[in-house]
């Protein structure tokens, strides 16, 4: 038993160290200047730190024609995640209730559908949903690309939450009908209030999965929504003048600071809303 549990940590330790080696090297280079880089010395501590490189990344790296930092990208980011966390959420929630619970006619093969669409991939729906989003109008704006991030996230979460409440006792479902609770009442006062452990979940995975995305922001936010994934490409692609490495460094771990923030903020509810059945069904 103690062998296993040598072994165990020794597992453990090399993942951490996988995971944590290129944050480090991110890091330090991040806070060394460009001579100091080009001496070699990777994983040597930097023996002047300093903000500079911070301070371009964010307000003068040039990510195309202008030189203004990936802060207007952290903003469109920003506009972009927050509706298109709350909307599929909402809507998967609602549905997940109602197939749970309610079961209107057709609600397996309505399931079956959103299921189907869970596993459908994006690269396949891009050229239809261009033509469609042209054809109404709004192709290149806030309101395309979260409309698309609903389209990709409401499945999903409609799955999670629908696997969740199916766990849950069918006599609370049944002891709120027979005290003259209506679909909405039942839902806003009996089941939203145990789903705050599956809420945190599906705001994790919804908002990390948006923040994250590359190809869906580039096709569909338009020039002026460009997420910060985006603009992180082309402040590392960028083909003029010398390549800062300190600078990119910088910028890639600002994009990376919300999703990190949110796994070690909120890691401890993840894991809750897993062990209370979010994966459940």
């Known amino acids: 038993m103690k062998a296993a549990r040598i072994g165990l940590y020794i597992f453990l330790c090399s993942a951490a160290l996988f995971f944590l080696l290129p944050l480090y090297v991110m890091l330090v280079a991040s806070l060394k200047s460009m ?12 023996l002047a730190p300093t903000l500079d490189a911070w301070r371009a990344a964010w307000s003068e790296a040039c990510t195309g024609a202008a030189c203004e930092g990936v802060q207007g990208g952290f903003w469109n980011s920003v506009r972009i995640a927050v509706p298109s966390t709350v909307l599929p959420i909402a809507l998967g929630a609602l549905n997940g209730y109602a197939l749970s619970f309610w079961r209107p006619r057709g609600a397996n093969l309505l399931f079956g559908i959103l299921l189907l669409g869970a596993f459908v991939p994006v690269q396949v729906m891009i050229y239809p949903l261009v033509r469609m ?5 709004v192709f290149g704006s806030l309101p ?19 696997n969740y409440y199916a766990a849950l006792p069918q006599e609370l479902f049944h002891a709120a009908r027979i005290d003259g609770g209506g679909f909405w009442r039942i839902f806003w006062h009996v089941m939203l209030p145990l789903s705050v452990p599956m809420l945190v979940v599906a705001a ?13 922001g580039l096709v569909f936010a338009g020039r002026d929504n460009l997420p910060m994934t985006v603009q992180l490409n082309n402040v590392i692609n960028t083909t003029t003048g010398i390549r800062l490495y300190n600078v990119n ?31 459940k069904g």
């Open 249 to 279: 460094m910088a910028a890639t771990i600002l994009t990376a600071l919300v999703p990190l923030a949110i796994y070690f903020l909120s890691g401890r509810w993840f894991v809750r809303g897993i062990a209370a059945g979010a994966v």
């Open 144 to 162: 395309a690309i979260v409309l698309v991030h609903l389209v990709f996230g409401m499945p999903v979460l409609t799955l999670l939450f629908r």
């Open 133 to 137: 989003m042209a054809g109404l109008g």
């Open 35 to 46: 001579d100091e880089i080009r001496l070699g010395n990777i994983f040597a501590l930097p």
């Open 204 to 216: 994790i995975m919804q908002l990390t999965g948006v923040w994250n995305d590359y190809i869906l």
